[in-house]
């Protein structure tokens, strides 16, 4: 299901949840190995109106600040066919990892993701400092992780 209005929430620096993700390539990313570098994960649906609209943006973020270290992991949801998921991954060229959560646990880890896009930016010390329900404002959430890259 998707929202059309956004909800941005900072987040006083809960603890990110310890999952592991399975990419769609078989890559097994586990969230705590990532310490030290700011993270974004984002859950979507490939029938989502909005998360497709913002994958672009999202590319041109993993593009252009990947190599200084920032990561950004696409969560799809438990109810999208993975067929579907890798086909549209490929006729994108989404160039950051997308992971299967062909259970929901990932989901379910994070605050009970339900409603996509759903967004959540994590700190290079493993903390959420941003939830963002709807589509991602991209100008104020790179100069949030450009922040985070200074600082490491």
């Known amino acids: 299901m998707m929202v059309g209005l956004g909800l941005y929430r900072w ?8 999952a592991e993700f ?8 586990r ?13 979507w649906a490939s029938d989502c109106r909005a998360c497709l609209d913002e ?16 990561k950004l992991i696409s969560v799809a949801m ?40 759903n967004s959540f930016l994590i700190t290079p010390d493993g903390h959420i400092v941003m939830h963002q329900l709807g589509r991602i404002d991209a100008r104020n959430l790179r100069e949030k992780i450009e922040r985070m890259l200074g600082e490491v």
Do not use: K
């Open 11 to 18: 987040h006083s620096g809960r603890s990110a949840p310890d």
């Open 22 to 29: 399975v990419t769609i390539t078989g890559e097994h990313i």
């Open 31 to 43: 969230l705590r190995d990532l310490r030290g570098h700011p993270v974004l994960v984002t859950f």
């Open 55 to 70: 994958m672009p943006e999202l590319a041109e973020l993993h593009n252009e600040l990947s190599g200084q270290g920032f």
């Open 78 to 117: 438990p109810y999208d066919l993975p067929s579907r998921v890798v086909a549209l991954a490929e006729a994108e060229q989404l160039p950051y990892s997308v992971a299967l959560d062909p259970l929901g646990h990932i989901a379910e880890t994070f605050d009970r993701v339900r409603l996509v896009p």
